[in-house]
Nanobody, 124 residues
């Protein structure tokens, strides 16, 4: 059973940076991709960034390109979301998710495993 646990959410001022972590357990993740999503109350989950565990290739949503990106530490089974130049509209709950497929998907329905989320709040 795959388990994901996000940490690193916080209150930060606009223009600041945060790094979220997603600790994965329960599998060998070499054939998995991990996606970061965010969701505001009453809205659908939005893809933010994704990474292929084995190759390290990444894909970032246009809305955050140049500010957010994913990385991973394979020995520690951890994926990171580095968020720079944060804006108040980045305020959301952020989730990591995993799928056993070699292609990064932007669709939340393609992911099989989810963490519980971590709150990011950006003040103006």
């Amino acid at each position: 059973q795959v388990q994901l646990q996000e940490t690193g959410g916080a209150l930060v001022q606009a223009g600041g940076s945060l790094r979220l972590s997603c600790l994965a357990s329960g599998r060998t993740f070499s054939r998995y991709t991990v996606g970061w999503f965010r969701q505001a109350p009453g809205k659908e989950r939005e893809f933010v960034s994704g990474i292929h565990w084995s190759s390290g290739s990444t894909s970032d949503a246009d809305s955050v390109k140049g500010r957010f990106t994913s990385s991973r530490d394979n020995p520690k089974n951890t994926v990171f979301l580095q968020m720079n130049n944060l804006k108040p509209e980045d305020t959301d709950i952020y989730y990591c998710a995993a799928r056993r497929f070699n292609v990064i998907s932007y669709s939340s329905s393609d992911y099989d495993y989810w963490g519980q989320g971590t709150q990011v709040t950006v003040s103006s």
